[in-house]
């Protein structure tokens, strides 16, 4: 019975659980690196039966258009419960200390700041603080590997509509054909005078 090879997760294939199983990618692949620094076990090899659960993995790397439910490619795990020693603390940089001119000098009363109390000389003209701003169209903020996962999708979107398309456009031939076989066998009937004009009638209503 398969089970998640990742750290503090318990979970095993049981029927009806919702969960599924994904092996991990083919030995020495850049893919199943990425997975082995995700997971932090080191000096650890995977077997060929080792997989990982989807409660690793965000909704958008799953593909589940088909019966069986897949991982889209190059999907990495990145949801785990580690626990302490192996989480990663993010020390806090202090912020800088603001920088003064050599050539200002505190005696000056020309060169005194404007915010000072009972301070009648006028303020030193300051720059314009250069602000950047995202002016293009088509800036993007996720990351490379969001937009693939929202291209991948809108790809699957695509491909799901062109297949309705199709089977419409199908549906639509085989409806033309029939009233063409019906127009057809109205007219044989009414150059034979087989059928009374109310019948015909009838007959060319139900074509158009």
Same mark, same amino acid.
């Given at each position: ?10 979970? *095993? !294939?049981?029927? %009806? &659980?919702?969960? $599924?199983?994904?092996? +991990? /990618? ?6 199943? @690196? ?35 439910? *897949? !991982?889209?490619? %190059? &999907?990495?795990? $990145?949801?785990?419960? +580690? /626990? ?6 993010? @020390? ?117």
């Amino acid at each position: 019975m398969p089970s998640c090879a990742a750290i503090n997760c318990t979970n *095993r !294939l049981v029927k %009806g &659980s919702g969960k $599924t199983f994904h092996r +991990f /990618p083919k030995d020495g692949s850049t893919l199943q @690196k990425e997975w082995l620094v995700k997971m932090r076990r080191d000096k650890w090899t995977p077997s060929k039966y080792a997989s990982l659960c989807s409660d690793h993995f965000d909704a958008e790397c799953f593909d589940r258009t088909g019966l069986i439910t *897949r !991982l889209r490619q %190059g &999907s990495i795990p $990145t949801i785990f419960n +580690f /626990p302490n020693h192996l989480q990663k603390t993010v @020390k806090q940089r202090k912020p800088p200390r603001p920088r003064t001119s050599q050539n200002d000098s505190p005696t000056s009363s020309s060169e005194t700041p404007q915010c000072l109390a009972g301070s009648s000389s006028k303020a030193l003209p300051t720059s314009p603080i250069k602000q950047h701003h995202h002016d293009h169209t088509y800036f993007v903020s996720d990351s490379p590997r969001g937009v693939k996962r929202k291209l991948d999708k809108m790809q699957d979107i695509v491909i799901s509509h062109q297949k309705r398309l199709k089977n419409t456009q199908r549906k639509s031939r085989r409806l033309r054909k029939k009233v063409d076989t019906l127009e057809t066998v109205v007219n044989t009937l009414k150059q034979k005078n087989l059928m009374s004009e109310q019948g015909l009638d009838m007959l060319q209503a139900s074509c158009r």
